[in-house]
């Protein structure tokens, strides 16, 4: 179906629908409820008919975004799940990430098909570990963060304790758009600064269902909360003065940050958060391309492939690559041309994907999210256009600490091992390192953390029936090399080169000492540093 000739009312209907559109991805670290907050803001939506959790989510009857049965075993995220919503006349597109940091390189992925992030702050622990990594990632991406101080129902930090680490360790500014109402662990509710109204909460059906909520004047606060009212009216002031006030410009910049309290186990301030997307965050806009320059939303269909996931219908071994709409409108039954290739694909199969459930989908605008069914041919990072060709920025590999070489338990099953390892490298569960010496039946399997390994081992037994096993090799680093770098450190003790799936030559090394003997004996050989600037071929 040709998009070449738009008609004018056309073109205004892909901006209306572009501009409707609120993309976007929850950063936090492991535990601090990003899975808990995803379900609630599906639930005030109305999209589920009530959350799953009571008291965390080790005790969920089902989790809407965690399906992968090794997520609810442990209760955590693995795997990206991407749901769509309406609310208030505005199209939700909400990717979940995987919150453990051995994950980090599927996080990356996610945020690079969004427009603004939401960063969920655990109120006891403040910013930690891996919260911070995923804030240097979406600074380097120019996202616009909104901040989500999460659990005031639980005892916490000091919430100007909470404003000055932000402050200190991020360099955003503070804007608050609500501020509670009561210290950490008696959460009364919070006071909406942009309504000038105090929203007071209250339980309901131990927090399953959205919480009861009244609102009241700053007047009548202050009778009814007496010094918490006052406290919180006079703790977000001083923030206000210290930093500034509400302003949009700021937030799209990157240089200020809303604030927002919730306890998302509760559905307490929530809605707030949806509210706060809905009028804030960046629509669906015109994306650079490789060479810089903006697809204009109009332009004929262009997406980019961020996430490729197999086995989420065992009974149809299906294989769904996750693209994300840039411009003009998706029509499934559409040919479309892959860049990398230059061949055609048919998007017969496309559906949105919400957890387990599915449905076709026959349109999608940019900012959505589309999952291509039996896509087998697409990798992550790909591009598709119609007619007018164009090629999105390569998504980067992240530098590998972890290796182990994988071997079939049962050599007479190894066509399907070898499909599996084919099939998990295809996906960006695992790098997959090659060389002549060690041959196919012996790949070395490269991950950013060690839990990549156990989802490898749990995919390969049940979703490939080819057991394996793994044995550890002392690698801990890793640069970018060349081909000339083979021969050269052939016999090296605690180095070697393998290749990876893309292309690039990887130097592995025991430690940085190893490392810094062979720049110093081999100081013509190339060895690059792998990071998030150093995009794959």
Not at 293 to 313: C, H, I, L, Y
Not at 509 to 532: M, S
Request: proline share 6%; hydrophobic share 40%.
């Amino acid at each position: 179906m040709s998009q070449e000739v738009l008609s004018p009312a056309r073109v205004q209907e892909i901006h209306h629908e572009a501009s409707r559109r609120r993309t976007f991805a929850v950063i936090s670290h492991p535990d601090a409820g990003k899975s808990t907050l995803t379900e609630a803001l599906a639930l005030h939506a109305k999209v589920i008919g009530t959350a799953g959790a009571s008291s965390g989510k080790a005790n969920r009857k089902e989790t809407v975004s965690d399906w992968m049965q090794m997520e609810k075993d442990r209760g955590i995220s693995i795997s990206s799940a991407a749901l769509q919503f309406s609310y208030r006349d505005t199209v939700i597109n909400l990717l979940d990430t995987p919150g453990h940091a051995d994950f980090s390189e599927d996080t990356y992925r996610v945020l690079a098909a969004v427009d603004c992030a939401v960063m969920l702050v655990d109120a006891a622990k403040g910013l930690e570990t891996q919260t911070m990594k995923l804030f240097e990632v979406c600074k380097q991406r120019n996202l616009p963060i909104i901040t989500v101080i999460n659990k005031w129902d639980r005892p916490g930090l000091d919430a100007l304790a909470l404003m000055d680490e932000i402050t200190e360790r991020t360099g955003l500014q503070p804007m608050p758009l609500t501020w509670a109402v009561g210290i950490s662990g008696d959460f009364r509710g919070v006071w909406d600064l942009r309504n000038d109204r105090f929203a007071r909460f209250a339980r309901n059906n131990a927090g399953a269902n959205i919480a009861i909520t009244e609102y009241f004047t700053p007047e009548e606060a202050a009778e009814t909360q007496g010094d918490n009212w006052s406290d919180a009216v006079d703790e977000a002031g001083l923030v206000i003065e210290s930093n500034l006030e509400f302003n949009v410009e700021s937030f799209h910049a990157g240089t200020a940050t809303p604030i927002l309290f919730s306890s998302a186990a509760l559905n307490f301030g929530v809605k707030e958060i949806l509210d706060a997307l809905v009028d804030f965050a960046p629509p669906a806009a015109p994306r650079p391309d490789v060479d810089g320059e903006p697809r204009s939303v109009d332009a004929p269909f262009a997406g980019f492939v961020f996430k490729v996931q197999a086995g989420m219908n065992k009974a149809h071994r299906d294989h769904v690559a996750f693209i994300r709409v840039c411009s003009g409108v998706f029509e499934r039954g559409m040919v479309v041309t892959q860049t990398r290739t230059g061949k055609s694909f048919a998007t017969k199969y496309a559906q949105q994907v919400f957890g387990r459930e599915r449905e076709v989908i026959d349109e999608a605008y940019p900012g959505d999210v589309v999952g291509l069914v039996n896509a087998s041919s697409l990798r992550v990072g790909d591009s598709l256009f119609l007619e007018e060709p164009v090629e999105f920025p390569a998504i980067p590999l992240f530098a590998p600490e972890h290796f182990q070489v994988a071997r079939s338990q049962d050599p007479s099953r190894f066509k399907q091992f070898r499909r599996g390892i084919e099939q998990l490298e295809h996906e960006g569960v695992i790098q997959v390192l090659r060389s002549d010496v060690r041959g196919d039946q012996a790949p070395v399997l490269a991950a950013v953390g060690p839990m990549q390994f156990e989802v490898v081992e749990d995919r390969m037994a049940h979703d490939f029936n080819a057991p394996m096993r793994l044995e550890r090799l002392p690698y801990s680093m890793a640069r970018i090399s060349t081909a000339e770098a083979m021969p050269a450190l052939a016999n090296v003790p605690g180095a070697e080169v393998l290749l990876r799936s893309d292309g690039e030559y990887l130097a592995l090394f025991n430690d940085v000492w190893a490392l810094r003997r062979i720049e110093k004996n081999h100081p013509k050989l190339t060895l690059v540093p792998i990071g998030t600037h150093n995009p794959a071929k």
